[in-house]
């Protein structure tokens, strides 16, 4: 079974410019979440959604970060303009569904440095 | 915020057993403990998890005490490849859903 997908692996920008993340999910699993881990910091979830619908992003910065799962498969992360505090690793998880009782499967994230 | 609490950093010598403990006193009846370890340079990865039983597999096993205001991991016999960061995660039931909401883990150090 193949795992998360993501691209690119790393990413160099300089501030203001804009960026964007690709995540394609495990096969068939309808949750996905996009998660932020700065540097020596547990990940942070930035958003979750259930097929192409949004569960949760209150912790979204909405001014700068867009995310979108359209067709309800494979996903983007967006962000416009980016700030240095940006600098993190994106991680995107997939699992079957949502429920207690349900893993997540995470992908190997992408490197994000903002100079 | 997460609902658990692990020491920050722990030893183990390889080929001894690794023990990571976790605190969640404030787990609901119907919520699952979850553990991930993070390697280096890579994405969280899923060992196991559990609701009031014990539970093993391949990788660990996971102790879940009577009253489920603890648990612990345990890795049979710690490796190199073991060194990592260890994550506890209780699964949160809220508005939006269910979410997995990691805390700072603990870095688990296997020396030689």
């Known amino acids: 079974e193949a795992g998360v997908a993501q691209s690119p692996r790393y990413k160099i920008i300089e501030k203001r410019q804009s960026v964007a993340f690709w995540c394609n999910p495990i096969?068939?699993?309808?949750?996905l979440y996009w998660y932020q881990q700065i540097l020596g910091q547990g990940p942070k979830l930035l958003i979750q959604?259930?097929?192409?619908?949004?569960?949760?992003d209150s912790q979204l910065p909405k001014d700068r970060f867009s995310a979108e799962r359209l067709k309800g498969v494979d996903s983007t992360l967006k962000i416009q303009p980016a700030k240095l505090e940006d600098s993190a690793v994106y991680l995107c998880?997939?699992?079957?569904?949502?429920?207690?009782?349900?893993?997540?499967?995470f992908g190997q994230g992408t490197r994000l440095t903002v100079v | 915020d997460a609902k658990t609490t692990q020491p920050p950093s722990m030893d183990c010598a390889e080929g001894r057993a690794a023990n990571l403990p976790c605190n969640h006193s404030?787990?609901?009846?119907?919520?699952?403990v979850y553990w991930y370890r993070q390697i280096h340079s890579q994405g969280p990865q899923y060992i196991i998890h559990?609701?009031?039983n014990n539970e093993t597999n391949e990788m660990a096993s996971l102790i879940i005490t009577e009253d489920r205001k603890s648990s612990t991991l345990i890795l049979p016999h710690a490796t190199l490849r073991d060194t990592a960061v260890y994550y506890c995660?209780?699964?949160?039931?809220?508005?939006?859903?269910?979410?997995?909401?990691f805390g700072a883990g603990t870095r688990l150090f296997v020396k030689a």
């Open positions: 998880a997939s699992s079957f569904r949502q429920g207690l009782n349900t893993e997540a499967f």
């Open positions: 995660i209780v699964r949160v039931l809220n508005t939006g859903g269910f979410k997995t909401i």
């Open positions: 959604f259930q097929n192409n619908g949004v569960v949760d």
């Open positions: 096969s068939g699993h309808a949750t």
């Open positions: 559990g609701l009031k």
């Open positions: 404030t787990i609901s009846g119907n919520e699952y």
